[in-house]
T-cell receptor, first 115, second 109 residues
Framework: DSGVTQTPKHLITATGQRVTLRCSPR?????VYWYQQSLDQGLQFLIQ???????AKGNILERFSAQQFPDLHSELNLSSLELGDSALYFC??????????????FGSGTRLTVV | KNEVEQSPQNLTAQEGEFITINCSYSVGISALHWLQQHPGGGIVSLFM???GKKKHGRLIATINIQEKHSSLHITASHPRDSAVYICAVRGNRDDKIIFGKGTRLHILP
């Protein structure tokens, strides 16, 4: 157990729908990062939150949004889902605001299937 | 051309063989990571490198900053090493993280 908890583990939904993925960071970590891993694109950084504030943005679509709550858990909202959004979505956390620095830990991912 | 290229894409080897996975990148970097992704999907960070060489158990990672190249070696490979190995770099201008597409390793017993 990495200490980073992602729910749900699997999600199947229809095109056009909206889903919310949840991430609880490791205890004491202030940063939460979201990544998308699709078969053809590999891992891609979506967005980072640090202590409740958006810190960095990657290749995140306008249909996607995220937030980090006062208890530091984060949610990634995906709307108007398309078949191409089917992917593994990973969350990671760290104590600092620098991406992929020491102590960086991934969750086990949420597998989203859009049908 | 991708900014981070890994080779080979797929590798099958017999248990006990010495394994080498390569990562070449085209941008200036401040750090390079090797990640391991197991068949179940979970990702584990193996190494973070900015120069030289690091060793952990049977795993060795090296980096040559001048040649913009890193290698991950596995000695005495074992079926439990079967996983996807991903190289990721952090750009030294913008801290942007770029991932390679991964090398799928399968070790046969």
């Amino acid at each position: 157990d990495s200490g980073v908890t992602q729910t749900p583990k699997h999600l199947i939904t229809a095109t056009g729908q909206r889903v919310t993925l949840r991430c609880s960071p490791r205890s004491g970590d202030l940063s939460v990062y979201w990544y998308q891993q699709s078969l053809d694109q590999g891992l891609q950084f979506l967005i980072q939150y640090y202590n409740g504030e958006e810190r960095a943005k990657g290749n995140i679509l306008e249909r996607f949004s995220a937030q980090q709550f006062p208890d530091l858990h984060s949610e990634l909202n995906l709307s108007s889902l398309e078949l191409g959004d089917s992917a593994l979505y990973f969350c990671a956390s760290s104590a600092t605001s620098r991406q992929m620095n020491y102590g960086y830990t991934f969750g086990s991912g949420t597998r989203l299937t859009v049908v | 051309k991708n900014e981070v290229e890994q080779s080979p894409q797929n590798l099958t080897a017999q248990e006990g063989e010495f394994i080498t996975i390569n990562c070449s990148y085209s941008v200036g970097i401040s750090a390079l990571h090797w990640l391991q992704q197991h068949p179940g999907g979970g990702i584990v960070s193996l190494f973070m490198l900015s120069s030289g060489k690091k060793k952990h158990g049977r795993l060795i990672a090296t980096i040559n900053i001048q040649e913009k190249h890193s290698s991950l070696h596995i000695t005495a490979s074992h079926p439990r090493d079967s996983a996807v190995y991903i190289c990721a770099v952090r750009g030294n201008r913008d801290d942007k993280i770029i991932f390679g597409k991964g090398t799928r390793l399968h070790i046969l017993p």
